[in-house]
Structures are given as structure tokens and as C-alpha cells.
């Protein structure tokens, strides 16, 4: 019903910025909270971002004031603007978004299928 298609990742060099974008699609109402979150190898998912339809981001204390999220709600996409990279962001990020269909009143979870972002020294 609703699919989050991301794109962005890749490789890049420490200090160096990758801008992430998930777009979604479908039978779709409205889209309240969007996010991103990683995951790398033995670790739980972390939130990153995260960014309500109307009202102000949080960020994770680690990637304050080097990544910046944002959303376009004519699109259906959020973004993920990543700045002064480090190695300790190296992860897969997952976009992630509570989506209310029509005819629904409640939301769903619903997430993408990861882009990988490795950050090297």
C-alpha cells in the first residue's frame, strides 16, 4: 500500500557531507512523523532525526549541528542533509514514517529498505 523508497548513500571521506532522501508513496492520507534511523553492524536501530508534518525536529545528541533534516509535504519526502561526516556514521539508514491511509484512523509504522553510508578516515 505505501512503500519509502531512499536514496543518497555511498561512500565518503571523513568530513565530507552525503544528503539522504526518502520519498513515499502510495494510498496515502496524511504522513505525521518522518524520520531517519541507522543500524550498523551489532548495534540496535538508533533514531537519528526525526521531524513531525508541522513543528520542530530532535536530532540525536550525536549528530547535533552536523545533520539537518527537513521535509517536503507536497512531495511526501524527507531529507536527511549530513555534514562534517565521521567515521562513527558509517550505518545503514532507514527512513521511517507513521502514515495514516484513507479511510483509517490511526497510523501505521511504515520503513524503507535502508542505504548503506560508510564514512571513511
Known amino acids: 500500500q505505501v512503500q519509502l523508497v531512499e536514496s543518497g548513500g555511498g561512500l565518503v571521506q571523513a568530513g565530507g557531507s552525503l544528503r539522504l532522501s526518502c520519498a513515499a508513496s502510495?494510498?496515502?492520507?496524511?504522513?505525521?512523523?518522518m524520520g531517519w534511523f541507522r543500524q550498523n553492524t551489532g548495534n540496535q536501530r538508533e533514531l537519528v532525526a526525526r521531524i513531525p508534518s508541522g513543528g520542530s525536529p530532535i536530532y540525536v545528541d550525536s549528530v547535533k549541528g552536523r545533520f539537518t533534516i527537513s521535509r517536503d509535504n507536497s512531495k511526501n519526502t524527507v531529507y536527511l542533509q549530513m555534514t562534517s561526516l565521521k567515521p562513527e556514521d558509517t550505518a545503514v539508514y532507514y527512513c521511517?514514517?507513521?502514515?495514516?491511509?484513507?479511510?483509517?484512523?490511526?497510523?501505521?509504522?511504515?520503513w524503507g529498505q535502508g542505504t548503506l553510508v560508510t564514512v571513511s578516515s
Open positions: 502510495g494510498s496515502i492520507f496524511i504522513i505525521n512523523n
Open positions: 521511517n514514517a507513521n502514515v495514516r491511509t484513507p479511510g483509517r484512523f490511526t497510523d501505521f509504522e511504515v
